[in-house]
């Protein structure tokens, strides 16, 4: 599947792999050396917390209703609150060609 989105002008169309059991998403890209960016649907907008135990480094973007809403650079080992309600996350690893793209915009 193919996930549109656009960040500081610039058109960004990806294939992602969508995580949509319970099980998808709890591993995430937890013991994943090479991945597609994982995308998570979630039924309606809520805070959840996210981590990057067992995870390299990854790009994590958070929208709500189709709009972006936060982006950023997630290091290993790390718990990350959102302060936002969000319904949908796209989680892009470092070994993505959009990994290197949009870690220059940081």
Same mark, same amino acid.
């Given at each position: 599947?193919?996930?549109?989105?656009?960040?500081?002008?610039?058109?960004?169309?990806?294939?992602?792999?969508?995580?949509?059991?319970?099980?998808?998403?709890? !591993?995430?890209?937890?013991?994943?050396?090479?991945?597609?960016p994982?995308l998570?649907?979630?039924?309606?907008?809520?805070?959840?917390?996210?981590?990057?135990?067992?995870?390299?480094?990854?790009i994590?973007?958070?929208?709500?209703?189709?709009?972006? !809403?936060?982006?950023?650079? !997630?290091?290993?080992?790390? !718990?990350?609150?959102?302060?936002?309600?969000?319904?949908?996350?796209?989680?892009?690893?470092?070994?993505?060609?959009?990994?290197?793209?949009?870690?220059?915009?940081?």
């Amino acid at each position: 599947m193919k996930f549109q989105f656009r960040y500081k002008n610039k058109n960004f169309k990806i294939k992602v792999k969508k995580c949509e059991t319970i099980l998808e998403q709890t !591993i995430g890209l937890m013991f994943k050396k090479n991945s597609l960016p994982l995308l998570f649907n979630f039924k309606k907008p809520r805070k959840y917390s996210i981590h990057s135990f067992f995870c390299q480094h990854f790009i994590a973007i958070w929208f709500l209703k189709k709009k972006m !809403i936060e982006i950023r650079l !997630i290091e290993p080992n790390r !718990i990350i609150r959102m302060k936002q309600k969000f319904d949908k996350l796209l989680e892009i690893p470092i070994n993505d060609k959009n990994f290197k793209l949009l870690e220059t915009f940081f």
